[in-house]
């Protein structure tokens, strides 16, 4: 998977975990809340994935 689809990904994630806490949060649903959090976090790593292969691209284009 290149950095970008990494990064898509990510935001994806983290806009969908961030729904679901709202929703949770609005329905007193402690599980959907939950659910929403740790696909957060899921997406925050895997935005820094995608940094982490940009910088390793242009590492190794300079080399």
């Known amino acids: 998977m290149s950095s970008t689809e990494d990064k ?4 994806t994630n983290e806009a969908v975990g961030k729904i679901k806490q709202g929703v949770g949060e609005a329905t007193d649903n402690q ?11 899921k997406g925050e790593a895997q935005q ?6 940009d910088t390793l691209e242009k590492g190794i284009d300079k080399a």
């Open 8 to 11: 898509v990904k990510g935001n």
């Open 31 to 41: 599980r959907l809340k939950g659910e929403g959090q740790r696909q957060e976090v």
């Open 48 to 53: 820094v994935k995608g940094d982490v292969k």
